[in-house]
Structure formats: structure tokens, C-alpha cells
């Protein structure tokens, strides 16, 4: 017997949501059916142009429809924890944005939640579900190209012409390249070696207090990953993991990859794996897995995971000087 469609409801309209929702879009048993902002206007107009059947203009609104079963939230970084719990407490399933909270204390407050609510919680962190980086991981795991001993990522572009008010360059808003993409490089490290043994980062800083560069040195037992997330310089953003026997290349942008090369002994193949639509559509389909089968986490992104994965970040901002007003000292 088919299972019945799953009705999301989206809160945070930003540039993320509506790529989300194009994507939600190429997923036959996905419904988008309520958006919300703390802007009705703009909630309406979402609404209209990606065919929600309803709208909002708070975000508790949208909690209490009893036709949504879960809730993307897109909002700005520093309230994932804020709105997020607030929807699990409300009994709806939640599929957060990276990075799952400014700190590991909000991320296992969000965790907590989920447990108390029996309800479904995943970080979005989408890249882990691209068709590429779980062949990349299979490979790894395989020894096809021998024991881990390096991995090298980077994900920067120029934005210190944008508004110092704005959400990349406001430390008021979690503004900085760390959490917005600096989570992207980390990630990789992890997913691929785990948590490291020792770590050691150092940070710029902007006008405004924003951290726009933060180099990485993860020391592994038997590797090393050298990482750099900025929002002070243009990259090609590639990644490359080597091997004793041999190395991968995932084609840039890296974290969105349609394909990687392999090579090893004195040849190279370049496998291509496109994605279905931007790649969102994985993660959509993860969480529709998981909410059938009675699932509160995802064996693929645990709660464990997104859990370590922003224990590390806390550590970088630690050893690199990077704190936020709102934060306690």
C-alpha cells in the first residue's frame, strides 16, 4: 500500500527556502502546503509562487496547522534552536538547516526535543545524501584507495561587498563564514575521518566583528585535514581526499557535486552522478523514509552526528576567537 503524501511547511523565506521548495517540487510524494514569515506579505507571495495552499504570517500559526507533518526552518542561524523546539513541541516533524545551532548546547536542548515529542529531527545537512559524496564514502570505506592519510576542502566566496548588516557580516545574526560555510569543509573531515584528535584554527575578523577567514588543522592518528572557509576571497572549491594508493577529486562546487574523479595507479576515471534537481531532493526523501518507519533520526545524519559535527565548531570558534553577542560569557 502507498503511504500518503507527507505535507511540509516551510518557515524562513529566504533565498534557501525557495530553492527547497523547488525541489520539494520534484518529489512525487512530497506537499508543500503552508510557508511562514514573520512578513505575511512576503509569506503570501511565497505561497503564490511555489503553490502552498496556505500562509502565515508567525510561525506559531503555522505549528498549529494540524495538516502539516513537518516543518523545514530556514531562519536565520542563531534561532534554529528557538523555532525549531518550538515546532517539535508543537508534535511536528523538523528538518533544520545547517548548521543545526550556533553551539552544541542549543543542539542538544533540539535534540531533547525530539526525544520528548517523539517526533523526527534532522539537521539539513544535504550534502551528506548527494549521490557523489556517498559513492566517495563507499569508496573510502572500501580501501579503494588505501588508508585516509590527507583531505584538504575549502569553501569561500567574495561578500564583503554586502550589506554589514546584513545576515553574513552581522555577528548579531551568527554572521561568518564559519557557520554559513566553514560547517561544509568540517563536515567532509568528519564524515570521512571522523573526529579529530587535536585541532588548531586561527580567524580574521571584519569591521563589524564577523570572523570572514578561518583556516583549519585537523590532526587525525594517521592523517591530517587542512580546511578554510572565507568570505573575503573567490575560490574554485574543490576537494581532494588522498589515499595511500590513490586520490579523489569532487568537482566543484564540492558540496553540491554532479560527479568526482578517481585516480589511481598511473590512470583516472571521472564518475558522473548529477544530481535530481538542485539536491535537495535527497534529503526531502531521507526524511520521508524515516517518518514512515516510525523513525525519530536518521541512521545516515544521526542526531549523535549533528551533535560532534558542531561540538568541533564550538572548538574551532574556541581556538580561532569567534563569539557572538547574544552568547553568554
Same mark, same amino acid.
Request: glycine share 4%; proline share 2%.
Given at each position: 500500500m502507498r503511504n500518503k503524501k507527507i505535507r511540509w511547511g516551510l518557515v524562513g523565506l529566504? +533565498?534557501?527556502?525557495?530553492?527547497?521548495?523547488? &525541489?520539494?517540487?520534484?518529489?512525487?510524494?512530497?506537499?508543500?502546503?503552508?510557508?511562514?514569515?514573520?512578513?505575511?506579505?512576503?509569506?503570501?507571495?511565497?505561497?503564490?509562487?511555489? *503553490?502552498?495552499?496556505?500562509?502565515? *504570517? !508567525?510561525? $506559531?500559526?503555522?505549528?498549529? &496547522?494540524?495538516?502539516?507533518?513537518?516543518v523545514?526552518?530556514?531562519?536565520?542561524?542563531?534561532?534554529?534552536? $528557538?523555532?525549531?523546539?518550538?515546532?517539535? +513541541?508543537? *508534535?511536528?516533524?523538523?528538518?533544520?538547516?545547517?548548521?543545526?545551532a550556533t553551539n552544541h548546547i542549543d543542539a542538544l536542548a533540539m535534540?531533547?526535543?525530539?526525544? @520528548?515529542?517523539?517526533?523526527?529531527?534532522? $539537521?539539513?545537512?544535504? !550534502?551528506?545524501? +548527494?549521490? #557523489?559524496?556517498?559513492?566517495v564514502k563507499s569508496l573510502v570505506e572500501d580501501d579503494e584507495i588505501g588508508k585516509l592519510k590527507y583531505l584538504n576542502a575549502e569553501f569561500s566566496f567574495h561578500v564583503l561587498n554586502s550589506d554589514p548588516k546584513g545576515r553574513m557580516l552581522n555577528p548579531d545574526l551568527a554572521g561568518g563564514s564559519l557557520l554559513d560555510m566553514g560547517v561544509y569543509p568540517i563536515f567532509l573531515s568528519y564524515l570521512l575521518?571522523?573526529?579529530?584528535?587535536?585541532?588548531?584554527? @586561527? #580567524?580574521?575578523?571584519?569591521k563589524t566583528g564577523a570572523e570572514i577567514q578561518t583556516a583549519m588543522i585537523f590532526q587525525y592518528k594517521n592523517a591530517q585535514a587542512i580546511l578554510y572557509s572565507g568570505f573575503a576571497n573567490n575560490t574554485d572549491m574543490k576537494a581532494k581526499i588522498a589515499g595511500e594508493n590513490g586520490e579523489i577529486y569532487i568537482t566543484p562546487v564540492w558540496h553540491e557535486t554532479q560527479g568526482f574523479v578517481l585516480k589511481k595507479e598511473g590512470g583516472e576515471k571521472y564518475h558522473d552522478l548529477p544530481t535530481k534537481g538542485k539536491g535537495f531532493t535527497y534529503e526531502i526523501e531521507e526524511c520521508h523514509c524515516c517518518i514512515n518507519?516510525?523513525?525519530? /533520526? #536518521? /541512521? +545516515?545524519?544521526?542526531?549523535?552526528? #549533528?551533535f560532534e559535527l558542531i561540538s568541533i565548531v &564550538?572548538?574551532? @570558534?574556541k581556538q580561532a576567537g569567534i563569539s557572538f553577542p547574544f552568547e553568554s560569557p
Open positions: 529566504g +533565498n534557501i527556502a525557495k530553492l527547497f521548495a523547488e &525541489d520539494l517540487a520534484l518529489v512525487s510524494e512530497a506537499e508543500l502546503i503552508a510557508v511562514a514569515s514573520t512578513d505575511r506579505n512576503r509569506a503570501k507571495e511565497f505561497a503564490y509562487a511555489y *503553490g502552498a495552499a496556505k500562509f502565515y *504570517g !508567525s510561525y $506559531e500559526a503555522l505549528f498549529n &496547522d494540524k495538516e502539516v507533518d513537518i523545514y526552518v530556514a531562519t536565520y542561524h542563531h534561532t534554529h534552536a $528557538e523555532v525549531s523546539i518550538k515546532a517539535m +513541541n508543537a *508534535g511536528k516533524h523538523v528538518l533544520c538547516e545547517k548548521p543545526i535534540i531533547k526535543a525530539s526525544e @520528548r515529542n517523539k517526533v523526527f529531527f534532522m $539537521e539539513a545537512f544535504w !550534502s551528506r545524501f +548527494n549521490p #557523489s559524496i556517498r559513492k575521518l571522523g573526529k579529530p584528535t587535536e585541532i588548531l584554527a @586561527r #580567524s580574521n575578523f571584519y518507519a516510525a523513525k525519530k /533520526q #536518521s /541512521q +545516515n545524519w544521526s542526531h549523535e552526528n #549533528s &564550538d572548538e574551532v @570558534r
